[in-house]
């Protein structure tokens, strides 16, 4: 069954590595209650695309944060191998928000983007109010990266609270 927007995120509990502090640890969703959250998902480590989607999110974590959002992001590869990825891979080596390990590939499951004949994830973005409510998804397919840009533009416009029109800009009018 398909994940729905103005639902309870899935509950998920796993390892984590942070490559900033170089340290696991464990991480659910109930330590992101009462703020934002978006949760992305990529494929796998040691690949092509999802660097520089992983990259393109940390170098705005200050904006997220800003706007009281937090990143975690998520692959079905364990948290040994998001540290030995970060290690190799210059531009990872300082990532500031978690890699959530999803091992059992259950989080992936939850969240319905999953592929279980290639035992990866698509690149599944959602924002997370801070009830635990699905307020926005988005899935690519394994190819296509994501705009961060536009995943900002989305929280801001969720946050308005009020109606945004087709392309609209935070600092633009409501309906």
Known sequence: MAIQVGTPAPDFKAQSYLASSDE?????????EGKWLCLYFYPMDFTFVCPTEIVAFDNLLGDFQDRECE??????????????????????SSLKHPMLADTTKKVSEAFDVLLPEKGVSLRGTFLIDPNGIVRWASVNDLTVGRNVDEVLRILDALQTDELCPCNWKKGDETL
Do not use: N, P, R
């Not at 696991?24 to 992101?32: H, N, P, Q, T, V």
């Open 24 to 32: 696991f640890k464990e991480i659910s969703l109930k330590d992101y």
């Open 71 to 92: 990143l975690l992001t998520c692959s079905c590869d364990s948290h040994y191998v998001h540290k030995g990825w970060c290690a190799a891979t210059e531009s990872l």
